[in-house]
């Protein structure tokens, strides 16, 4: 990935300040950028970005034309997933000697399911200023427009890629009574929604919320089963940026939830070493659940279908 603003003329800025003794506190800013629209932009974030000694972004070319659009030259720094742990103590070192780094993701609010956790763990134990400059986010937006509530809600990031590993993970949130936020990849959204059904039930109510605030921006509501018919049939609805919504369990079904969500943990863990048939007669001895249930519920975490 190609480094901006790395010539002779981005020497710290605080060389200067060290000449003339006046030496400042650097500063850490969280800027989020726009996910689609860049109207969303802030002025503060603009102002934030424009007065930045330095921009970590994950990506420096996707956010040089970002920079771009609103007129703004600063050097920029990618720090993505896989080099964020070394070169996190170098920014520490340039705000430590009285700069600002601003941090900023592809789109929307960093450190939601991006990287820079480490920057700010290090930034904090260093006693340095860490500041948000709040804006856009898709899990914010797709619950607003979700019709699903968002009083109480979770989010549990990018769903799992591995069919055995996403199921198991569906699997430990049937219980889960608060909304779900995931995202997840456009390839994937028709076998996630499958797996979907399997684990909450074809009738609890959900939402693909797509290209959020872009020109091609589509919201689907239904039932799951309903989303997960639509998106075998469009493939519209497997394009672009998704967020997708998932109603809590009903509080009436919260034991059996329970229930299913207990036998599908013991499950996931026999089935590390045993075959369905084995597995599920093991689970239905431990949970109390019927062997046929068990066994069911194994062949779908074991990604097999019923013989």
């Known amino acids: 990935m190609t480094e901006h603003g790395a010539g002779p003329d981005d020497r710290p800025a605080t060389l200067a300040r060290l000449r003339t003794g006046r030496l400042r506190t650097g500063r850490l800013d969280i800027v989020a950028t726009p996910i689609g629209n860049l109207g969303d932009l802030s002025p503060r974030a603009r102002e934030a970005l424009a007065g930045a000694d330095l921009i970590a972004a994950e990506d420096t070319r996707r956010t040089g034309l970002l920079l771009s659009s609103f007129g703004i030259k600063r050097p920029l720094r990618s720090l993505h997933a896989h080099n964020e742990r070394e070169r996190a103590g170098a920014l520490i070192d340039l705000m430590q000697a009285g700069q600002t780094v601003a941090l900023v993701s592809d789109a929307g609010t960093p450190l939601l399911s991006d990287p820079g956790a480490e920057l700010v763990r290090l930034a904090i134990a260093a006693d340095i200023e860490v500041r948000a400059i709040p804006g856009a986010t898709a899990l914010a937006t797709a619950l607003a427009v979700s019709g699903l509530g968002g009083s109480r809600f979770c989010f549990e990031g990018f769903i799992e890629a591995k069919p055995a590993q996403r199921r198991r993970q569906l699997a430990d949130l049937a219980g889960e009574a608060r909304t779900m936020v995931f995202f997840e990849a456009p390839h994937r959204i028709a076998e996630s929604l499958q797996d979907c059904v399997q684990s909450f039930g074809a009738e609890r109510p959900g939402c693909v ?75 239905a001895r431990l949970t109390g659940a019927r062997r046929s249930d068990a066994y069911q519920a194994a062949l779908r975490l074991a990604g097999r279908n019923e013989a």
């Open 209 to 283: 919320a797509r290209e959020l605030t872009k020109v091609f921006e589509s919201v689907y509501r239904g039932s799951l089963q309903q989303l997960a018919e639509r998106a075998a049939l469009d493939p519209d609805l497997r394009r672009g940026e998704i967020t997708l919504v998932i109603g809590g369990a009903p509080a009436a079904a919260s034991n059996d939830a329970a229930a299913a969500q207990r036998l599908a943990t013991t499950l996931a863990v026999l089935l590390e070493a045993l075959p369905p048939s084995r597995a599920a007669a093991v689970a």
